[in-house]
Structures are given as C-alpha cells and as structure tokens.
C-alpha cells in the first residue's frame, strides 16, 4: 500500500526511535508555537498527507516547532502505550510537561508524589500516579470567551475522553467549573475560515427531556478543537461497536478495521447522541471585541 508522504516520513521517524510499530498509530505530530516562560501553544495536529517540514516554513515563525505527542483520549490505551519504553518515554515526557503548564493541577499530596518519582526517574510509577490527577490526559485550550453560562464569560476549555470541560469566570470574579459530557454531544465538524477572521466553535448539548442548546466558545483554537472532539467521538463510537482499537500505519488515527460498518453505524439514531446530532462550526464573530482585554491572568 502506498503511504502519503507525510505518513512516510512520520514512520522514519518513529522507526528512528524504535517505537514498535504497533503503538505508532497513537501518536501524531503537533505544529506548537513557544510562548513566554517556557510554555508553549498547540496550533494544529499535522494532516497524514502534510509534510512537516513544508508546514513548519509555511508558519514563517522562529518560534513554531514539531512535536510528537499522543493522539489519543481514552486512558485506557495508556496501558498499551506504557509496554514499550519508547512509547513509556514519550508519554512521561508529555505528562511532565502538561503538569509543569498547570494543564492538570494535582492535590498537595498527588504533588508530593509525583515530585518524589521524577526526581528518582520512575516514570511508570509517575504515570500511574498521573493518571488519578483530575483533567489528566486533557487537551486544554488557551484562555478563551464562552458564552456559556452568560456571554462573553473568560473561560479555560478542557477536552477529554468522557467530558468538555469548561471553567468559566463569573461577573462575580468567582470561577464556575461545567462538564459537558461527550454521550449528550460533541462535534463533528470540519470548519474552515480565512486569515485575519477571528474563529469561534459551536456545538450543540443536551440537558434532557430532549432540551437542546448551542454553546459557542470563541477560540483562535477553533480548528484545534473541532479535531479532539471528533478524536473523542470516534474512539466512543469505535468502543460501542466493540472493534479492535489497536491503530495502525495506515490510519494515524483510531484504527477501524470495518471502515463501512463504522460509517454506516454512524448514520443510526444510536450514534446520534455522540456524532450526528451536534453540529460544530466555525466562522465570523459577530463583534470585533470580543477577544479584547483577555488575559491568562484573568482567568
């Protein structure tokens, strides 16, 4: 079978460090952008057919890189993954350096513990610990607006494998924590916009007795987004039909082997809570403040 170029040039490159092949497919590399003080900003997960390299100049940013980090949310794969010491290495590494971003905040004693175990390089043990913090193994977004639970709320937006996670900032300059579950809705979107527009995604929840209601979360992030919540809502869908979720070379992503049943289950009223009847889109703000005067210290 014939591979894209960027695929060909992705397994190279995991080959090169030994990663087992049967582990490469949970893995993807991520365009980043550095920020201040050591962090650093996901723009875009790399398309199979993108060549890194022509998509790192295309950015024409000293500041851009690659970076390898784990394509997937079910924490169940963890197990997996943890096997080979590639695969154990590369989660480590990705762990340390969300916990050091604050992107998941463990307890004073989860702290302790997990200090103790860098500092004497277990990092299976750290790993285990890891996996009890709350928010672990989230994609989290930059500060961001939400307009949910008021419009224009300064808002930090969390993806993950059973919920959204949202904590918003309240007139009261109090925090509201809200979790969004992915059985009531996700998104399945595959937005597109032009330079300079400023981007918001939006997808639809249920609050039950068949109450539906759009929330919209505006993020420069957009795209970044609607890909993780579609991520999410193939692996639930690829569990419900209880496939083989074991990835391979030939799709970066969630493996299904049964390509049409999967497609085919995805049409069913009984994939409708997780695909089909959410709606994600991205496109114009209707006000061109709104991103204006949000700061990481507002939060």
């Not at 004073?108 to 610990?129: A, P």
């Not at 249920?206 to 505006?218: A, E, F, P």
């Not at 799709?251 to 809570?273: E, G, H």
């Amino acid at each position: 079978m014939i591979q894209p170029r960027g695929v060909a040039m992705r397994i190279i490159v995991f080959c090169k460090m030994e990663l087992p092949r049967q582990v490469m497919g949970y893995f993807s590399l991520f365009l980043v952008e550095g920020i201040s003080g050591g962090q650093y900003s996901v723009l875009k997960k790399l398309a199979p057919f993108e060549l890194p390299y022509v998509s790192l100049k295309s950015m024409n940013n000293e500041q851009c890189v690659i970076m390898i980090r784990k394509s997937y949310f079910d924490p169940e794969i963890d197990r997996t993954v943890m096997g080979s010491s590639c695969g154990l290495n590369l989660l480590y590494l990705q762990a340390v350096s969300d916990m050091e971003m604050g992107c998941w905040k463990p307890t004073n004693e989860q702290l302790e513990k997990l200090r103790l175990l860098q500092e004497t390089g277990q990092k299976k043990e750290f790993l285990e610990v890891a996996q009890q913090v709350k928010h672990y193994g989230y994609m989290q977004a930059e500060a961001c607006i939400c307009d949910h639970p008021v419009p224009n709320s300064p808002a930090v937006v969390r993806v993950g494998y059973e919920e959204i996670n949202c904590c918003t900032k309240l007139l009261s300059n109090q925090a509201e924590e809200t979790s969004f579950e992915i059985s009531k809705g996700t998104s399945t979107g595959n937005p597109s916009a032009e330079d300079g527009i400023k981007l918001e995604l939006r997808f639809e929840y249920c609050y039950g007795n068949d109450t539906w209601k759009w929330i919209t979360i505006h993020t420069h992030q957009a795209f970044l987004l609607s890909t993780f919540m579609y991520q999410v809502g193939a692996e639930h869908a690829a569990k419900n039909l209880e496939m083989n979720s074991e990835m391979q070379i030939e799709m970066p992503d969630v493996q299904i082997k049964k390509k049409q049943s999967f497609f085919q289950y995805m049409k069913t009223d009984k994939a409708r809570p997780i695909l089909t009847r959410i709606k994600s889109a991205v496109r114009r703000s209707k006000e061109d403040n709104v991103f204006e005067g949000i700061e990481d210290k507002d939060l």
